[in-house]
């Protein structure tokens, strides 16, 4: 049995962390905008990552494969790395104790490991963190609503390219799938924790 | 072999209309905020579904259950027509030469009938009516645009029970999932079909 | 709130009893060499019905929808019963308290309402019964087991066109899906039940 | 743009070679009776690789994580090379150009990056090699067949712990999923290539 598997099995369960696409190329139109708001995103993920640590909540990266689809984690990064995502891995290398998805469309549930991982982990509520807002963080909220996880979705951890394209699609995860969307200076993570039926 | 599945030989193909939850029994909070714009959408929604039949395009209800796990259709409609449907119901009744998927969750794809259906009917390409728009609408979109569908949401066929929300989730579709989201005013269905690739 | 909706928050949980394609044309090729084994299967499934009923298992019918895209159970049972599956529908016609999923594939989870009804009857067990033992029973057992559900296929209930091969695909199920398969005589629901963890 | 998201709108299409499980660290119940025909079928795919190469034709591999949940293949690959599957790597190592596709379940369709994969290759036949004929093969199979794709699982390059067991899978495949299952010394890759409607 893989360190990993002894590490699912003593989960404390209920919760999981999910990053999304922070990993990122910053490669497309419009990523010039979206680059400082990312970073502040992902400083605020990395606050967020250290207090699951704290709080025994595994952290699940899912993550675009940019094109490699040898199912390899480390090219990926390498290739964020290389392209303009130096800062972001920087602040959100994935560690060995992080899970991490691969995903080849915009949500983190369409043809990924993830429907898999989260029953083994025991997880029925999701923070959810990251890139973009209004497209992959909100198709992934959409699929984890219609899956009935309670969601938190902590506004100061997710960015687009346009900062009122952001208010929308926190407006919506908040409206259409009852998510949480303080951030994580109006919640603690403990205190959502807490908050579980 | 069903005249229903010699008709599906038969289709044309590449384009299907799709009518989400237009069976509404407008019974949730806040439902009379949305019957007003459900039954303008409901209107714009019938002249186009007369431009799909004119045009060969095959018309495809998708509809929440109600509750009723028989897989009936027509006690679905009776339902809604004794709720606070009845008006929706006059306006767009399923006919016989409709298809008709039932959902048990928001989006029009999830554990439903349909991604058997649009592959039979030969589509790659959805128009996309109904309620909400930032629910039930945004959802199936979101799943269209991952699946590849071409998608075109008329701003006039959709509805949700605040105007503002209906403007954010067009404008995502049209950001986010690549949508084209002019009203029926502004665009034949016969002119979105000759953009086909 | 629909009647079945109250029925399904009162349902006791853990267990579903599945049968699959017993409203069956029995119109393809090689039907009439499953018809006898067909109607036995069809007698041994009405008595673990019985059984169901007075344990408060839930009874779901999993169908093909035999080109009839409108979703309407009632449909599809005429088109079978005015077919060769008079006797089918005679023994087993489904009832009110049924619940009826439509499958437009082999499987019974493959695009069909059922991965959001199981979660819904609070069912970790499924009894699988019907037709064909080789094929869309066979497939409905391996994604039960993917998805981790206790299965007991009941070998008296199920049948196909060729008893050799009802036999393979029992083994099959023993071996690769860690099916329970005794027949109703062996095997008594209610000790099933008692055997949950 | 990555060398294989490249080398995938090169593809040639319709075709795609699957490898199942081949990286098998052959540690579980009965791998011992599992591992002389599986080292057989091995070679047997490792001449049909080379064929696919030839002809153009991409090469999928679709394994098991081993409770790696790192979505890093070296990493899966190196387990199996020190467990028990030494020779199973020296005969079928993954190379740069093969797809590498992590299945967390029996199924290569089930939770995993295949279903899009596919499409982007252009794929709508597949040739099914891998371990074990009678589980994660029939069940690969089993997803395939309700996908529409064409299936050819050659019977000489799958195993199972049971030679019985085997030729019970492959005559099920062939039965209920219209599988070509003859040998590649009965069948030639180029041949079955000619056969696409």
Known sequence: MS???????????STALLIVDMMNALDFDG?????????????????????ADAQGVPVVYINDN?????????????HVEQADG?????????????YFIIKPQFSGFYATNLPVLLPKLGASRIVLTGLAADICVLFTAADAHMREYDLWVPGDTVASADSQ???????????SMKAETRTTEELQLKDWLAQAD
Chains 1, 2, 3, 4 share one sequence.
């Open 66 to 78: 940019y094109g490699y689809w040898h199912s390899e984690q480390s090219r990926i990064v390498d």
């Open 3 to 13: 360190e990993m598997a002894q590490q699912i099995e003593q989960a404390a369960g």
């Open 86 to 98: 130096r800062e972001l891995v920087e602040l959100l290398r994935p560690r060995d104790t992080d």
């Open 31 to 51: 990523a010039d905008r979206l680059k400082p708001a990312a970073l502040a995103a992902a400083r605020a993920t990395l606050r967020l990552r250290d207090e």
């Open 165 to 175: 394209r952001t208010r929308w699609a926190l407006d919506i995860m908040a409206q």
